[in-house]
């Protein structure tokens, strides 16, 4: 377990970073709450849980070990093809998953799983959550196709979106759609606005992120599209990023790539991103990829 406890340090370090950037980003605003509301905020920590894909080399008795050491709340497991748990054995291998946690003294917070329509393996997993009683997943991503296909495309994924949902709903579990970057749909948290606007908050989910966010996002845009999905607020990862320098290619231009690095030392602002998440009033829990 050496390796282990050496995760466990450096995770558990994090985590008391993230919190005091919480506090210094003003986790309890003045704006929303009245000064007793803001005492007790301040008093108290937000729900914590972390991303499985990075321990994936790891059964989940043995990251649940990990987590204890960490000091988080639980896990946001992986259930799709590659995950912790491949969708077509989540009905057997969750409820095992869900007590091991248990033991642990966690909680099983929240499924990222690779659901993007409803077909027979989305049913089962969401079947799985009811009995489980977890209530919101990631959903899988869509993939930008050609130029120029983008509006027709859009409008494709928003009436496969309202299928999903309507199953989801038949569980109780709230799907959510995480924002991402890159050649995925949404891509930015405008897309996303303009996917999901005319579904009830209670049915699906926005999930937001500081990393992808903020490279798609730059200085104001991720700011501005919180304010929008305010209502559908329902997940939020924690992940940050720096820049480095590659080679110039044919023709002169400069070429970069992102690197994942600690909360505190990269490109997106981590408290800035918190405090409007709060004060958008989003009250859950925050997942950690880093």
């Known amino acids: 377990m050496k390796n282990l406890n050496g995760n466990a340090i450096r995770f558990s370090v994090k985590r008391r970073n993230f919190i005091r950037a919480l506090v210094v980003?003003?986790?309890?605003?003045?704006?929303?709450?009245?000064?007793?509301?803001?005492?007790?905020?301040?008093?108290?920590?937000?729900?914590?849980?972390?991303?499985?894909?990075?321990?994936q080399s790891l059964s989940i008795s043995e990251f649940c070990q990990v987590l204890k050491q960490m000091g988080v709340d639980g896990l946001d497991?992986?259930?799709?093809p590659g995950?912790?748990?491949?969708?077509?054995?989540?009905?057997?291998?969750l409820p095992d998953a869900v007590r091991s946690a248990r033991d642990h003294?966690?909680?099983?917070?929240?499924?990222?799983?690779?659901?993007?329509?409803?077909?027979r393996n989305a049913e089962e997993i969401l079947a799985a959550c009811q009995r489980q009683g977890i209530d919101r997943i990631k959903l899988g991503y869509y993939r930008a196709e050609g130029f120029g296909t983008l509006a027709k495309?859009?409008?494709?994924?928003?009436?496969?979106?309202?299928d999903v949902v309507n199953l989801a709903a038949k569980y109780n579990v709230r799907p959510c759609v995480h924002v991402h970057s890159g050649l995925t749909i949404p891509s930015n948290g405008i897309m996303l606005y303009y996917l999901i606007r005319d579904i009830p908050p209670e049915r699906i989910g926005a999930y937001l992120g500081s990393h992808h966010m903020t490279i798609t996002g730059g200085a104001g845009n991720w700011r501005q599209a919180i304010d929008l999905l305010a209502p559908w607020v329902s997940l939020v990862a924690l992940k940050n990023?720096?820049?480095?320098?590659?080679?110039?290619?044919?023709?002169?231009q400069q070429k970069w790539r992102t690197?994942?690095?600690?909360?505190?030392?990269?490109?997106?602002?981590?408290?800035?991103?918190?405090s409007t998440i709060h004060q958008s009033g989003y009250r859950g829990?925050?997942?950690?990829?880093t």
């Open 25 to 55: 980003a003003g986790f309890a605003t003045r704006f929303t709450e009245s000064r007793a509301e803001e005492a007790a905020s301040q008093n108290s920590k937000p729900r914590v849980c972390v991303y499985s894909e990075q321990f």
């Open 285 to 289: 829990f925050y997942t950690l990829h």
């Open 105 to 119: 003294g966690l909680e099983i917070m929240m499924l990222t799983a690779g659901i993007t329509a409803p077909d």
């Open 77 to 80: 497991l992986t259930v799709r």
């Open 83 to 93: 995950g912790h748990i491949e969708r077509q054995n989540v009905s057997d291998e």
């Open 241 to 252: 990023f720096q820049r480095e320098r590659l080679d110039r290619d044919e023709t002169g």
């Open 259 to 274: 690197n994942y690095c600690r909360l505190e030392d990269g490109i997106a602002p981590i408290p800035e991103f918190v």
């Open 153 to 162: 495309h859009l409008d494709a994924i928003r009436s496969q979106l309202k």
